[in-house]
């Protein structure tokens, strides 16, 4: 037994262009993305994208092969990065705004937490492990934000049969929140989002797992009482 989401979530979560689709399917705003396959020409101007974006790999975690393109000549460079950790790359309109994570226990939101990289554009891999990463809860949005990503919750855990722990990374931009991608093995740690969202309300470390395990077992019994 294990707590978190099925291994189909878990595995749906990781191919992001697919995730992308269906909450944009069902009017979730997603910045203008794209996908690309190793060896596939990819024109930029039909492509319907813009300078700056994003490219990152299309179904990896931890923020691996993520690079910020400003001009056509950054392109080559970032595309080796990217397809050394899949076959397939995704190349993303960049929003530039308040970058939060929303860390979910069930279907309840535990906090909105607002990621402060410094002087970093983006939140990659090496920004993660060896940046100046601050993190603050609430995060500094507006309160119409907050409702649509109340909205956006709802619209993913019904879309993902996602439950337990898990996070949905996001850009707000004023009023108007973007879904990124969601994570359903967040890091479970001091430091971690997770915890980042839950100790200023006075939560320990051991209150936080105890928590996260007694939803686990809650969605065990209605299972069993169907």
Avoid at 68 to 94: G, H, Y
Avoid at 133 to 159: G, M, Q, W, Y
Wanted: charged share 25%.
């Amino acid at each position: 037994q294990y707590n978190g989401s099925g291994p189909f979530t878990t595995t749906l979560s990781l191919a992001k262009t697919i995730v992308k689709q269906l909450v944009n399917d069902l009017g979730v705003d997603t910045p203008t993305f794209k996908e690309f396959k190793k060896g596939e020409r990819i024109d930029i101007l039909k492509s319907g994208l813009n300078f700056p974006f994003v490219i990152k790999p299309s179904r990896c975690g931890s923020s691996h092969g993520i690079s910020l393109v400003k001009s056509q000549s950054e392109m080559a460079q970032a595309l080796t990065k990217a397809f050394k950790d899949d076959s397939r790359v995704l190349i993303e309109e960049f929003i530039k705004g308040t970058e939060v994570t929303i860390v979910c226990l069930g279907k309840k939101i535990l906090g909105v937490v607002e990621i402060e990289k410094g002087l970093e554009s983006i939140y990659s891999y090496d920004t993660k492990m060896f940046g100046e990463i601050h993190c603050c809860e609430p995060a500094r949005i507006s309160k119409l934000a907050f409702n649509s990503i109340d909205n956006l919750v709802e619209t993913v855990i019904s879309v993902m049969d996602i439950r337990n722990l898990f996070r949905i990374d996001a850009i707000v931009k004023g009023d108007k929140v973007y879904f990124l991608e969601i994570n359903t093995l967040p890091f479970m740690a001091e430091g971690g989002e997770p915890f980042e969202a839950v100790k200023n309300k006075g939560w320990s470390m051991y209150e936080f797992i105890k928590e996260v395990i007694i939803d686990a077992m809650q969605y065990k019994n209605e299972r069993v009482l169907g």
